[in-house]
C-alpha cells in the first residue's frame, strides 16, 4: 500500500462502503486546543478526531520530550478506543502539509498496521461535503494486541551514535532553529552534533507531497553514499521526523528511523552536548 491517497480515491472509498476510518490530526503547536476547534467547525463527513497530545503521544515526565510516544501498551488500548482494528484501513489528514497525519501513519506502520494511508494534500484537497457533526468512537469488540515499534531509535543510540557515526541524522526543523535561533518551543536552542537539517517542507509542493521521482533526486542528493537504513530521523519532539521518514518511504528509500524524544527530550539532559 502507498503512503498517500489522493481526495479523488477517498471519495472513490467512501462512496464504495468500505470499512474506513479517517482520522482528523489537525493540530497547533503553539495554540493546543486548535486543532479540536477547527474539526468541530468543519471535517470531512464521518472523520473522528484524533489529538497529538492526548492521543498520539505519552505521559511527560519532563525528560523525556514534549511529544513522547505512548508506551506500546497504551498505544494498543488507544488504538482499540478509536476502533482500529487490523481490519480497518485508516486514513489519517490534516492541513497543515501532512505533519500530524504523518505521525499517525507513522506510529500505526510501526506498530504493525499496515493498512493506513495518508490524504495529500489535506484537507485543502477535499473537494467533498464538509461536516460538523462530531463522531464518537466506536471501540473494537477484542482488544487490540500490544506491539513494539519497529524502527524507533532510543536517545541511548543517539548517544552512541556521536562517536560511532554509524548513522546520519536528520533534523526536520526549520533552519534557524536548527541553528538555535528563534527556538520558542524548546528552552534550549540548537542541534544534535552532527546532525544535518532537511526541513520537511522541502517535501512539499504548496500542502501536497512532490511526486516520488522528485523526492528520490531530492534525497539522494542529501544522502550521498548513506544507506536508507543508516538515516536517523529527527525534528523538536518526533512529529515532522515521521514527515521526512513518510517521504523517503514515498521515493522508494526504504529502512531509515525515528528517535521519536528528538531535540526536545535531548535538550532536557545538559550533560547531553548541543551544536549549533
Known amino acids: 500500500m502507498t503512503p498517500l491517497i489522493t481526495a479523488n480515491q477517498l471519495e472513490e472509498i467512501i462512496n464504495s462502503g468500505e470499512n474506513v476510518l479517517l482520522c482528523d490530526c489537525r493540530f497547533d503547536l503553539v495554540d493546543p486546543l486548535a486543532g479540536r476547534k477547527s474539526y468541530l467547525e468543519g471535517h470531512i463527513p464521518g472523520a473522528l478526531f484524533v489529538d497529538l497530545d492526548h492521543d498520539l503521544s505519552g505521559e511527560k515526565t519532563g525528560k523525556n520530550g514534549r511529544h513522547p510516544l505512548p508506551t506500546p501498551e497504551a498505544w494498543a488500548q488507544t ?89 546520519l541524522i536528520i533534523d526536520a526543523r526549520a533552519n534557524d532553529r536548527f541553528h538555535g535561533q528563534n527556538e520558542t518551543l524548546d528552552p534550549v536552542g540548537g542541534h544534535i552534533p552532527n546532525a544535518i537539517n532537511y526541513c520537511f517542507r522541502e517535501n512539499l509542493s504548496r500542502k501536497s507531497f512532490k511526486a516520488p521521482e522528485q523526492l528520490f533526486k531530492d534525497f539522494v542528493d542529501l544522502l550521498g553514499s548513506t544507506k536508507p537504513s543508516e538515516v536517523i530521523h529527527q525534528c523538536g519532539s518526533g512529529v515532522t521526523a515521521c514527515h521526512n521518514l513518510l517521504a523517503m518511504e514515498l521515493a522508494g528509500l526504504k529502512g531509515s528511523r525515528v528517535y521519536a524524544g528528538s531535540w526536545s527530550e535531548w535538550c532536557a539532559d545538559p550533560s547531553r552536548p548541543v551544536a549549533l
Open 79 to 167: 488504538k482499540s478506543r478509536l476502533g482500529i482494528d487490523s481490519n480497518t484501513l485508516v486514513i489519517a489528514y490534516d492541513n497543515q502539509g501532512s505533519v500530524y497525519a504523518s505521525r499517525l501513519w507513522w506510529m500505526l506502520k510501526a506498530t504493525g498496521h499496515a493498512n493506513v494511508q495518508v490524504l495529500d494534500g489535506g484537507l485543502d484537497a477535499w473537494n467533498g461535503p464538509i461536516g460538523t457533526m462530531p463522531r464518537e468512537s466506536n471501540p473494537t469488540t477484542t482488544p487490540v494486541p500490544t506491539m513494539p515499534y519497529v524502527g524507533l531509535v532510543t536517545v541511548e543510540e543517539v548517544v552512541h551514535n556521536l562517536q560511532a557515526k554509524t548513522n
